[in-house]
């Protein structure tokens, strides 16, 4: 293993996709993460998220346990004796029912940082009920009316809530308690919500409801998608006027007469059918080779395939094989504790018996 997070152990316990993805990323950045899966473990040719190939289970080992008996409960412990993570994703009270929540875990190692991911968090009438990315972002305020129609604004993904939001905010809470352990000694518990990461990320949302002129709704036609004449697709967000006046240029519309004005809300629906029948007219490769030369905020949407041969992506290195697959890297870039390319995802329970000795044989966290 190698960077920033190398000799870090992290006990991950499967369950919600949020709770994968944040094992993923600490095992990216180097982490050793060891994933606790059900027994009996599932067939050596195992498909869906537990494929080999699948991105929110490589790059860590995995042991499997059956957390309905005294054994594995037992067992499960005693890994968490020598971990400085866990990370768990059950909906709340489970973990406490089955023997493995916080009071538990803490008595047996008081420095451990304990992260349990919910989607509502582990208050409120909503705790135990099921947070699915479109109900938690239209409770947070993530989907807050679009301006000029009235209606809310649909995500384009629903990774905002569990990813981008939850899962990401669970990585920076649990290493931020890792940093406030060296200080104190003491580990502790870290509760994130799917809602609190969601309500986070919607910041900008909450800005711009004071603020009159939001560029950004899908309605402006300087910050849309737009169909090309082979039925592909470019995005343009030409926001600053400097952007706007490259587009213009490209689009042969610099000097038109009675151009409609894009300061004017009323004028939109006249300046998005010019823009769109300018585009219309050609076919995606030729946009991409007249605005590749020129910053005016436009760019092609692609697809995954498409995505990772792009030479702004490649030359971040923003995907690496593993395998036969083509997966996203980790994202940052380090130094002088720069990360490897991650290993395969493991199999269920490939390395109970390896994990259990080996981790064992270490000292407690000190």
């Known amino acids: 293993m190698a960077g ?26 180097g982490a050793d993460v060891v994933r606790v899966d059900r027994t009996p473990a599932t067939a050596p040719e195992p498909g869906g998220d537990r494929a080999p190939e699948n991105p929110l289970s490589r790059g860590r080992r995995s042991v499997a346990l059956d957390l309905k008996s005294p054994e594995g409960v037992e067992h499960a412990l005693s890994l968490a004796e020598h971990a400085d993570l866990l990370v768990e994703g059950f909906r709340p009270g489970v973990a406490d029912r089955l023997g493995i929540g916080p009071e538990a875990a803490l008595a047996r190692n008081p420095r451990l940082v304990y992260g349990r991911i919910s989607g509502w968090g582990q208050q409120g009438e909503w705790a135990g009920r099921a947070a699915h990315d479109l109900a938690v972002l239209a409770l947070t305020g993530a989907l807050d009316t ?21 899962a990401n905010a669970h990585v920076h809470a649990l290493l931020a308690a ?28 909450h800005q711009w409801r004071e603020v009159p002129g939001n560029h950004t709704v899908t309605d402006a ?33 610099t000097g038109t007469e009675d151009l409609p004005d894009r300061a004017d809300p009323a004028a939109w629906p ?50 690496v094989a593993i395998g036969d697959t083509l997966q996203p890297a980790p994202a940052s870039r380090f130094g002088t504790t720069p990360t ?8 269920p329970g490939e390395h109970t018996d390896e994990v259990l000795a080996e981790w064992r044989d270490f000292p407690k966290i000190p």
Do not use: C
């Open 221 to 253: 036609p300087h910050y849309s998608l737009y169909r090309t004449a082979d039925d592909r697709y470019l995005a343009v967000a030409a926001i600053e006027p400097r952007l706007y006046a490259h587009l213009l240029d490209q689009l042969g519309l």
């Open 340 to 347: 490897a390319t991650p290993a395969r995802a493991p199999l």
């Open 270 to 319: 006249a300046l998005r059918t010019l823009i769109a029948a300018r585009f219309a007219a050609r076919d995606r490769e030729h946009w991409v080779k007249l605005f590749d030369a020129v910053d005016a905020g436009v760019a092609p949407v692609l697809t995954a395939a498409e995505a990772a041969e792009h030479h702004q992506l490649a030359a971040r290195g923003a995907f």
């Open 146 to 166: 679009d301006p000029a129609t009235g209606a809310p604004v649909p995500p384009p993904t629903a990774y905002l809530s569990s990813f981008a939001g939850g």
């Open 4 to 29: 920033p997070l190398t000799g870090l152990r992290v006990l991950e316990f499967a369950g919600s996709a949020p709770t994968a993805f944040v094992g993923t990323v600490l095992a990216d950045l």
């Open 178 to 205: 890792l940093h406030a352990r060296e200080r104190s000694g003491r580990g502790q518990v870290v509760d994130t919500a799917l809602a609190d990461g969601a309500a986070l990320i919607s910041t900008l949302v």
